[in-house]
């Protein structure tokens, strides 16, 4: 059983700083991408920002410049760093891993339960 954890969301004022981790756990072989979503309320789910297994990054225009990605393959660790955050920016966030739990079974999405993230004054 593969379950991924977020941890790092909260209450922080315009400007400010946060740092989100997701952390995979159970039985993994191989994690190929990476990557952060947000849901805010009343709105479809977005991507913000993925890694592939080779450390190349994608992110959303509405976050460029400002999050950065990263990943520690031996902890099975995804970050998200947020700089100059927005008012824009509160959503719950998301992990999700593209991963396949032993070497004989099929690349699967697997996905966190989410963390709030709220910017306000």
């Known amino acids: 059983q593969v379950q991924l954890v977020e941890s790092g969301g909260g209450l922080v004022q315009p400007g400010g700083s946060l740092r989100l981790s997701c952390a995979a756990s159970?039985?993994?072989?191989?994690?190929?991408?990476m990557g952060w979503y947000r849901q805010a309320s009343g709105k479809e789910r977005e991507l913000v920002a993925t890694?592939?297994?080779?450390?190349?990054?994608n992110y959303a225009d509405s976050v460029k410049g400002r999050f950065t990605i990263s990943r520690d393959n031996a902890k099975n660790t995804m970050y998200l760093q947020m700089n100059s955050l927005k008012p824009e920016d509160t959503a719950v966030y998301y992990c999700?891993?593209?991963?396949?739990?032993?070497?004989?079974?099929?690349?699967?999405?697997?996905w966190g339960q989410g963390t709030q993230v709220t910017v306000s004054k």
């Open positions: 999700s891993f593209t991963l396949k739990p032993y070497y004989n079974t099929r690349l699967g999405d697997y």
């Open positions: 890694i592939t297994s080779g450390g190349n990054t």
């Open positions: 159970g039985n993994i072989f191989s994690i190929n991408s």
